[in-house]
């Protein structure tokens, strides 16, 4: 099994910074893609970001031109910084994990945390 545990949510002020972090532990060999995505309250879960151990990126419309995404590949951790935060970056930000290669086993689902909420104050 593979356990992520998110990091660095709370509350954050209209202009402001916000920074997650995300560890993955378990019998791991390697992890493809790991990012972030986040819910808003009444709405489904949606993109922020998704990284590959080769540091291709793919970033959400909402979020592209003020957020940064970074891994560290033999920590299996991934981080997330984002500037100008707005109030609509309010909700829940879950990391994921997929194509992983796990006690010798290759698996192609999706891990996930149990996210850690980040409310934008305005």
């Known amino acids: 099994q593979v356990q992520l545990v998110e990091s660095g949510g709370g509350l954050v002020q209209t202009g402001g910074s916000l920074r997650l972090a995300c560890t993955a532990s378990g019998d791991i060999f390697s992890i493809t893609t790991m990012g972030w995505y986040r819910q808003a309250p009444g709405k489904q879960r949606e993109l922020v970001v998704t990284m590959t151990s080769c540091g291709s990126t793919n970033y959400g419309d909402s979020v592209k031109g003020r957020s940064s995404v970074s891994r560290d590949n033999a920590k299996n951790t991934v981080y997330l910084k984002m500037n100008s935060v707005k109030p609509e970056d309010t909700g829940v930000y879950y990391c994921?994990?997929?194509?992983?290669?796990?006690?010798?086993?290759?698996?192609?689902?999706?891990?996930w945390g149990k996210g850690t909420l980040v409310t934008v104050s305005s």
């Open positions: 994921s994990a997929k194509d992983v290669i796990l006690n010798g086993d290759y698996y192609g689902i999706d891990y």
